[in-house]
């Protein structure tokens, strides 16, 4: 049982360059989320999606875009990659919105040069 | 604006027993989540409060005061494998989780 997996794990790229960032998910869950995790700083909440087809924006959205054409996929695409866009990114899913625990992948190193 | 504070470092001795603090201001409250992060890995769920008390879960117990915006986490027999990252984290009334910076708990033998 695969859970919920993310690729690449770690990527380095250049500024101006566009990145997607992969997220897959087998529990069918709804409700899936982007994170980005800074030193200093608790997860911030870039995106999420409350099914295929509805995304909404979080806390950090900008310079970022997501789509949800399928349940099971969330890709997190930077358009035109910046140095403040170095980060860890985490995916998370979950069955509700209630009380339900969210469920996180392994994560993905991004460096920026 | 919403906040959540918890300490950023605590220090505790193999089977001893800690106690890490939370505080939050929300707008609204449904609910706190205690995850746990290991280095270089992901957040894993470790508790979830919604009501006031105590909540037992083997070695690791979980307090709440929704009236003091209060929460804590209690680790006994602490083992050398507890040394991670401790995030608290709060479900606003948008059922938005706001998450705080985390304590990192380093355990000395």
């Known amino acids: 049982d695969a859970g919920i997996t993310q690729s690449p794990r770690y990527k380095i790229t250049e500024t101006g360059r566009q990145v997607t960032l992969m997220c897959h998910q087998t529990?069918?869950?709804?409700?899936m989320f982007w994170y980005r995790q800074d030193l200093g700083h608790g997860l911030r909440l870039i995106y999420y999606?409350?099914?295929?087809?509805?995304?909404d924006k979080g806390e950090v959205p900008d310079g970022y875009v997501v789509s949800r054409s399928k349940t099971e996929n969330f890709p997190l695409t930077l358009e035109s990659a910046t140095r403040s866009q170095t980060s860890v990114y985490f995916c998370?899913?979950?069955?509700?919105?209630?009380?339900?625990?969210?469920?996180f992948g392994p994560g993905t190193r991004l460096l920026v040069l | 604006g919403q906040n959540i504070d918890q300490p950023t470092e605590m220090t505790a001795t193999e089977g001893a027993i800690v106690q890490i603090n939370c505080t939050y201001q929300t707008s609204g409250f449904n609910g706190l989540f205690w995850y746990q992060q290991h280095a270089g890995e992901a957040p894993t769920f470790l508790s979830y409060?919604?009501l006031d008390g105590l909540e037992e879960k083997g070695r690791f117990s979980s307090f709440l005061s929704r009236s003091k915006g209060y929460s804590y986490l209690l680790l006994k027999e602490l083992q050398m494998k507890d040394s991670a990252s401790y995030l608290c984290a709060v479900r606003d009334g948008n059922y938005q989780l706001i998450w705080g910076a985390g304590t990192k708990l380093i355990i000395k033998p």
């Open positions: 529990w069918s869950h709804s409700y």
């Open positions: 999606s409350a099914a295929a087809d509805i995304t």
């Open positions: 409060n919604v």
């Open positions: 998370a899913s979950s069955a509700g919105e209630s009380q339900e625990t969210q469920y």
